[in-house]
């Protein structure tokens, strides 16, 4: 693992996604924890983000609505290291056409070591942690994977 440099100490951006019958529990969330929030670059899907900004004046930089490319744009933002902390709350009574891409998104949150809540609960707990205002993002070093030797080579 390997910290950032040249970076303030502290989550400074939060990437935030809800299922349609999860949008009202996030905006609760984000207006519960809104003094916190303000103080990052937060970014969300479409539809939640225009919500969100809507119901509690947080600002959001808005990515498409995740079935249309959303959620793949905040997996990009988080290979890129622009996300420190993924609030995602997912509708696990729901079947989602998009299935694909939400994994895709939890593996690229898990691959870089972002931390990442699910539900209010965990979403809580990260917020409120000291490791908040502390916190240095911990990337993987991929050196040796992509300097290795690829069989055909």
């Not at 910290?3 to 996030?26: W, Y």
């Not at 490319?69 to 905040?74: L, V």
């Not at 890129?80 to 509708?91: A, R, T, Y």
Request: overall charge negative; glycine content about 6%; aromatic content about 8%.
């Amino acid at each position: 693992m390997t910290d950032q440099v040249n970076r303030p100490k502290g989550v400074t951006s939060v990437a935030l996604i809800a299922h349609d019958n999860k949008k009202a529990d996030l905006i609760a969330w984000v207006e519960k924890n809104s003094v916190k929030l303000n103080k990052c670059t937060v970014y969300a899907t479409g539809t939640t983000g225009k919500l969100i900004a809507e119901k509690t004046g947080v600002d959001v930089k808005r990515c498409h609505s995740g079935p249309l490319g959303g959620d793949q744009q905040i997996g990009a933002l988080i290979s890129e290291g622009k996300v420190d902390l993924l609030i995602f709350f997912w509708d696990p009574l729901e079947p989602m056409p998009h299935d694909p891409d939400i994994k895709a998104l939890l593996r690229l949150a898990t691959l870089w070591n972002v931390p990442s809540a699910c539900n209010s609960a965990t979403a809580d707990f990260l917020v409120n942690s000291n490791l908040f205002e502390e916190f240095l993002p911990q990337r993987p070093d991929f050196d040796s994977y992509l300097s290795r030797d690829v069989p055909g080579n």
